[in-house]
C-alpha cells in the first residue's frame, strides 16, 4: 500500500498525494479508521512513539493528532506547544539541530507545527524519522486539513470530479484553502469560486497551479451570488479581529440566514475553525452545516489512517 | 447511586449537591479512595479518558484532577492550559462551538477552567460527554474545591451541623470561599464569620442564599476577635501582589503565632493555596494547620471519587 | 548499588558523585541503558511515576527525561513548564509549599527546573519523594547535563585523567560548565582552558573550587591559541541575541573550519545546545563533532541511569 504513497513516509504538502491514492487507499482506510474509533480504539500501535512539537498552539490540531494516536493504541512520549523556546536565534538552522536532537531518541513519528512556512519541509530533509506536518506559516500548508476537507466532500458527494466549491474569506492567509486547492488540482472538472475582499485575494502561486492543472476558477466580492451555484460553501476565518467588520465594506461575506436560503439543498457549509461570526449561530442547526459534526470527525479518521499509514504499513 | 446525584453527571456548582448524596455517598467513596491511593492505585477506569481543557494556567487543580485519574487506571489523553488560544473572537460562542468539537472525539469526561464566569454551565448545556468545572472566573464557582473543603472539616469534625467557621481575606473575589458558602447553605447550625477589608466583602448574592438558607453570618475586619471562636479558620489568598499590604491598613488578616495562639486547641486552618504571606510560615508546623496535608489528601480523593461516580457508577 | 551513590537519592549538584560511583556504577549502568534504548525499552520501571515540574520552558532537557522514563516502562503522570504560576509572590516559601503539595500526591521522582539558584536545594530539603534538578538560575547548575557531558568525553577517551579541555563562551552564565567544572575536580591531572570575553570570564566561586582541587586552568580570550591543545573543545551558547558580535570585539571564540584546521584529529567538539551561530554548520559533518550526535545520546543513557538507581535500585 505505501507504495503508492508519493512522498511517504512524510506528510508535507497537500499535492504530494495521487488521485489513485486518494480513492483507492486512503479513502477506505479513513473508513476502517472510523470503525475502530466507534468500536473505542485499538492496539494496532502499540510500542509506537509520536512526539508532538508545536511552536505555536494549535490545541484543535494537536488534540485531533493526539485523539487518532490514542484511539490507536499508540502513545504520545512528548508533547510541547512551547517548542519556540529551542529556537533562540537563527531559526531554519536551529531547526534542523531540533530536528537532528528529536531523532536520536527515535520517536516513530514527529508531528510538527513551525512559525515559519517552510518549517516541515526542512525537517523532512534532515530527519530519518518520519514528519507529518500539522501546519506551517503563512502562506503555508495544512496538508492533513486538506485530507479531511477532501474526505468530507467525497463523503457527502461520492466522487469530487465536477465539484463547485466556493472559497471565501481571508484566501491570501488562510493555509486550509491553500492546501485543499492544490489538492483538488488533481480532480477533473473542478470549479472553485473564490469570494473575498479585494486585499485578501488568493495568492497567485496556487492561481498559477491551478491554471496549470485546468481548475476553473472565478473571484468575487458577494457570496450571495455565488451561494446558489456551489456544492459547498468553504468559510474561513478572519484573520484579524477587525477582518470581518473590515470585509463588509468591500461586499457580502457571511454566512448567515440569507445565504442558506440561497443555498442549494444538497449542498453543504464547511470552516476549518475557530470561528469568529463569518458563520452566524443560527446556521449550526441546518443539516448542510457539517463544521462541528461530521468535519471534525474526518478529522480524526484522516489522522488516524496517516498515523496507521505511516507506523504500521502492513497490517 | 447516581440517582442520589443531582445535576449528574455534570459537576458544576456546589450547590448542586444534597446532604443526603454529600453523606451517605460522596464521603464514604472519598474514603474507599484513600484506600486505592494507599495501594499505589487501581485499574477500575482502565480505557476511561480524561480531557483537561484549561482556558488558563492552573497546575495545582490540573495535577490533582490528573493524579486522580492515573490512581483510578484512566488515561489523560490530553491536556492543555493553552485552551485560550481556540477562543479567537466572541467568547460564550465559541467555547459552545471548542465543547461540541471536543465531544465528536467521545472522551469519557471533560475536565474544564474557565476564564469567564459562566464557562462550565454553558459546557454543560452542549456537551453530551460529562463536564466537571475545575473553576471559572471572578466572581465565580470550583465546585471541587468546595467539596473538599467540605471533607475536610468533615474528616475533622464528624459533622458540619454546628460549625463555626471563620472566611478571612479577598472574599469578594475568592471561588473558593464563594463555592463553600454555597455548601454550607445544606446544613443546619452553620455560622460563618466574614472578615476582610471593607473593600473586599463577601458578594451579596452569596448573602442573599445564605439568609435564604438560614446560615447566620457576620461581618468583620479583625480575625483576632473571631479566632477564639470557631472550628475553622478559612484563609484566602490577596488577590493582588500587594493587597495583603493593604489589607493591615484595614483591620488585622494575617494567620500568625498571635492568632495560632488565640484559636482553641480543636481548630483548624485551612487554605486553597497557593499562599502569599496571610499565613505565616511559623504556622506551618502547628498540627491544627492542615492545608499542607490533609487538605490536599481531600482534594485528591474528593476527584477521585468523583472521576469514579462519572465513570463507573455502577461498579 | 546505592550506598555508593553520595546524596542520593537527590540528584542536586554535580560534585555529589564521587569518582568511585562514576567509574564503577554510573558509567556501566549507562551502558545497559544503551542497550535497552536500542531494544526499543523495557517495562522495568512499570508503575512507577514521574512528575516534571519545569518553572521556565525547557523543551530539551524536559524531551529527555520523559524519552527516559517512557523507554524504562515508567510513566510520566504530570508535566508542566508554567510551574510559575504556582510562585505568586515571596518564592522561596511558595516552592516549599509546591513541593510539600506534591509529596502529598505521592510520585516516585520528581525532575524539577527551578528559575531562582537554590531550588532544587530548596526542593529536596522538604521532599520525601526524590529530587533531580533540571537546571536552576544563572549562575546555578545543572547536575545530569555535567553527568552526560562527563560520560560523552570518559566514552571517548576511555578516562578523564590527564583531560585537557577548553570552555568557550558566555562562562559566568553557563550552568553547564560550571556543574562540568566541578565534576572534573574529581581526577588527576585535568587542566581546563577557559576561553571568553573579559566581561563573561568563569566566576571565582568554581576557580576557587579548582584551586582547592589541584585543577589547573587557565583563561584566554582566543580560541584559535587553544584549540591545538585539547582533547575536548566544549562551546557554549553566547547568552544574549548580540552576544557573539559583542564576543568578537573582545577575542576569537567561534568554532569554525579555522578552529576545527587546528584540532587534534582525536578531539572532540561539544555544546549543551541550543546553538545560536557559535559552531558553523559546515563543523556539524566532521566526525570531531557530537554534539548533534553522542552527546545527545549519552543524555538519554544518563537520564535513564539516574532514574534506575532511584527509582529501582536493586534491580
Same mark, same amino acid.
Given at each position: 500500500?505505501?507504495?503508492?504513497?508519493?512522498?511517504?513516509?512524510?506528510?508535507?504538502?497537500?499535492?504530494?498525494?495521487?488521485?489513485?491514492?486518494?480513492?483507492?487507499?486512503?479513502?477506505?482506510?479513513?473508513?476502517?479508521?472510523?470503525?475502530?474509533?466507534?468500536?473505542?480504539?485499538?492496539?494496532?500501535?502499540?510500542?509506537?512513539?509520536?512526539?508532538?512539537?508545536?511552536?505555536?498552539?494549535?490545541?484543535?490540531?494537536?488534540?485531533?493528532?493526539?485523539?487518532?494516536?490514542?484511539?490507536?493504541?499508540?502513545?504520545?512520549?512528548?508533547?510541547?506547544?512551547?517548542?519556540?523556546?529551542?529556537?533562540?536565534?537563527?531559526?531554519?538552522?536551529?531547526?534542523?539541530?531540533?530536528?537532528?536532537?528529536?531523532?536520536?531518541?527515535?520517536?516513530?513519528?514527529?508531528?510538527?507545527?513551525?512559525?515559519?512556512?517552510?518549517?516541515?519541509?526542512?525537517?523532512?530533509?534532515?530527519?530519518?524519522?518520519?514528519?507529518?506536518?500539522?501546519?506551517?506559516?503563512?502562506?503555508?500548508?495544512?496538508?492533513?486539513?486538506?485530507?479531511?476537507?477532501?474526505?468530507?466532500?467525497?463523503?457527502?458527494?461520492?466522487?469530487?470530479?465536477?465539484?463547485?466549491?466556493?472559497?471565501?474569506?481571508?484566501?491570501?492567509?488562510?493555509?486550509?484553502?491553500?492546501?485543499?486547492?492544490?489538492?483538488?488540482?488533481?480532480?477533473?472538472?473542478?470549479?472553485?469560486?473564490?469570494?473575498?475582499?479585494?486585499?485578501?485575494?488568493?495568492?497567485?502561486?496556487?492561481?498559477?497551479?491551478?491554471?496549470?492543472?485546468? *481548475?476553473?476558477?472565478?473571484?468575487?466580492?458577494?457570496?450571495?451570488?455565488? /451561494?446558489?451555484?456551489?456544492?459547498? *460553501?468553504?468559510?474561513?476565518?478572519?484573520?484579524?479581529?477587525?477582518?470581518?467588520?473590515?470585509?463588509?465594506?468591500?461586499?457580502?461575506?457571511?454566512?448567515?440566514?440569507?445565504?442558506?436560503?440561497?443555498?442549494?439543498?444538497?449542498?453543504?457549509?464547511?470552516?476549518?475553525?475557530?470561528?469568529?461570526?463569518?458563520?452566524?449561530?443560527?446556521?449550526?442547526?441546518?443539516?448542510?452545516?457539517?463544521?462541528?459534526?461530521?468535519?471534525?470527525?474526518?478529522?480524526?479518521?484522516?489522522?488516524? /489512517?496517516?498515523?496507521?499509514?505511516?507506523?504500521?504499513?502492513?497490517?
Amino acid at each position: 500500500m505505501g507504495t503508492k504513497f508519493e512522498g511517504f513516509p512524510n506528510v508535507i504538502y497537500a499535492q504530494q498525494f495521487s488521485r489513485i491514492f486518494l480513492e483507492k487507499y486512503f479513502l477506505p482506510l479513513t473508513d476502517e479508521m472510523q470503525v475502530l474509533f466507534e468500536n473505542r480504539g485499538c492496539e494496532l500501535l502499540r510500542g509506537k512513539r509520536m512526539i508532538s512539537f508545536f511552536y505555536q498552539p494549535s490545541t484543535r490540531t494537536r488534540m485531533s493528532f493526539e485523539m487518532a494516536m490514542d484511539y490507536l493504541g499508540g502513545k504520545v512520549v512528548f508533547s510541547t506547544e512551547n517548542a519556540r523556546e529551542f529556537s533562540s536565534g537563527a531559526k531554519g538552522e536551529t531547526l534542523m539541530d531540533t530536528i537532528n536532537v528529536i531523532n536520536r531518541y527515535r520517536p516513530d513519528v514527529i508531528v510538527i507545527r513551525y512559525d515559519h512556512k517552510i518549517g516541515a519541509e526542512l525537517a523532512a530533509k534532515v530527519s530519518h524519522v518520519p514528519i507529518i506536518n500539522a501546519g506551517d506559516r503563512k502562506p503555508g500548508q495544512h496538508p492533513t486539513q486538506a485530507l479531511l476537507d477532501w474526505r468530507t466532500i467525497f463523503k457527502h458527494r461520492g466522487e469530487i470530479d465536477g465539484l463547485k466549491i466556493a472559497m471565501v474569506g481571508d484566501l491570501d492567509k488562510g493555509r486550509t484553502v491553500r492546501s485543499l486547492s492544490y489538492l483538488l488540482g488533481k480532480f477533473k472538472g473542478v470549479k472553485i469560486y473564490f469570494v473575498s475582499p479585494p486585499n485578501t485575494r488568493m495568492g497567485s502561486d496556487v492561481k498559477r497551479y491551478l491554471r496549470r492543472h485546468n *481548475v476553473e476558477f472565478t473571484e468575487s466580492t458577494d457570496l450571495r451570488k455565488i /451561494a446558489p451555484l456551489v456544492d459547498v *460553501v468553504y468559510q474561513t476565518r478572519a484573520q484579524t479581529e477587525c477582518g470581518t467588520i473590515i470585509n463588509r465594506k468591500h461586499g457580502y461575506f457571511i454566512v448567515d440566514k440569507t445565504i442558506l436560503d440561497l443555498m442549494r439543498t444538497d449542498a453543504i457549509i464547511m470552516h476549518p475553525l475557530p470561528r469568529v461570526d463569518e458563520i452566524t449561530v443560527e446556521v449550526d442547526s441546518d443539516p448542510r452545516a457539517v463544521y462541528l459534526t461530521k468535519q471534525i470527525d474526518s478529522g480524526l479518521f484522516t489522522r488516524m /489512517a496517516l498515523l496507521k499509514m505511516i507506523l504500521s504499513p502492513k497490517s
